[in-house]
């Protein structure tokens, strides 16, 4: 097998990728931070919908004429 510019596990024939590509492909740059199960990707997503729909509805309830907050 021909050189490859990284030993990339599942690499069959290196393309000599640009170093961004490279870097993306082999998780250079991510965050550190765990990937979240699918229950808690629904859970945030249900908690950050309920928060922006309760903001909504706080802010159709305040008073238009003046700055007072109904």
């Known amino acids: 097998m021909e050189e490859k510019k990284h030993p ?3 690499c069959q024939f290196c ?4 170093d961004i590509r490279c870097a993306a492909c082999l998780g250079h740059g ?3 931070k765990k990937k979240l199960s ?3 990707q629904i859970e945030l997503y249900e908690k950050v919908n309920r928060e922006y729909a309760e903001k909504k509805a706080r802010e159709a309830s ?3 004429s003046c700055r ?3």
Not at 15 to 18: F, K, V, Y
Request: glycine content about 0%; aromatic content about 6%.
């Open 8 to 10: 990339c596990p599942d």
């Open 15 to 18: 393309q000599w990728c640009s």
């Open 30 to 32: 991510r965050s550190s």
């Open 38 to 40: 699918m229950a808690e």
């Open 62 to 64: 305040a008073c238009t």
């Open 68 to 70: 007072c907050k109904k």
